[in-house]
């Protein structure tokens, strides 16, 4: 089935720890997004990938690095979670990186304590 | 600054009419776009208007006036698995998706 894959679904994490999250599109979209989603909150862009081998920071970088190595993976690293990293994930694809229709993964639920 | 307002929370009733209001202020504009999302899931693309006036897709409407920064959505014969929350998002001159918190729509029996 066409689409975006996220792992994991779900995650406790202790603070201070690294953490990968993966994000995997079979649609041979051109542009990724990382998105966090918090009660009250609109989603908020944290990174963003144009194409393959380029990224750019959104509104809430700080503490999150990307890569792009490939067109397909988009993986999100905490280098040293905090609880105010506690959110829900959303890594998302567009065709191309105008006003295009995102596709959205089903999410990564992460808990910094 | 940039900014999309809409209501926190509407209730309404099974096989009625709802119109959820969003009004936006965006650096640059290219386009507003609606998209649901049941709790607990991925947000969904409902709807996308960049030129002024109504689009209509089956039983879901979205509006848009550029002049007053104003867009709404409505639904009409209202199911119960309408209940969701519905976000609304603007385009600014580069592009980038600015959202509103959600509408979190409850539909009664």
């Known amino acids: 089935i066409a689409g975006i894959t996220q792992a994991p679904t779900s995650q406790i994490l202790a603070a201070g720890r690294r953490m990968t999250l993966r994000c995997t599109q079979d649609m041979r979209h051109n542009a990724m997004y990382w998105y966090r989603q918090d009660l009250g909150l609109g989603l908020r862009l944290i990174h963003y990938s144009n194409t393959a081998g380029t990224t750019g920071k959104g509104e809430v970088p700080d503490g999150y690095s990307v890569s792009r190595a490939n067109t397909d993976d988009f993986p999100l690293t905490l280098a040293s979670a905090v609880p105010s990293q506690t959110s829900v994930y959303f890594c998302?694809?567009?065709?191309?990186?105008?006003?295009?229709?995102?596709?959205f993964g089903a999410g990564s639920r992460l808990t910094v304590l | 600054g940039q900014n999309i307002d809409q209501p926190t929370e509407m209730t309404a009733t099974e096989g009625a009419i709802v119109q959820i209001n969003c009004t936006y202020q965006?650096?640059?504009?290219?386009?507003l776009f609606w998209y649901q999302q049941h709790a607990g899931e991925a947000p969904t693309f409902l709807s996308y208007n960049v030129l002024d006036g109504l689009e209509e897709k089956g039983r879901f409407s979205s509006f848009l006036s550029r002049s007053k920064g104003y867009s709404y959505l409505l639904l009409k014969e209202l199911q119960m698995k309408d209940s969701a929350s519905y976000l609304c998002a603007g385009s600014d001159s580069n592009y980038q998706l600015i959202w509103g918190a959600g509408t979190k729509l409850i539909i009664k029996p």
């Open positions: 965006t650096s640059g504009f290219n386009g």
């Open positions: 998302a694809s567009s065709p191309g990186a105008g006003a295009n229709v995102l596709t």
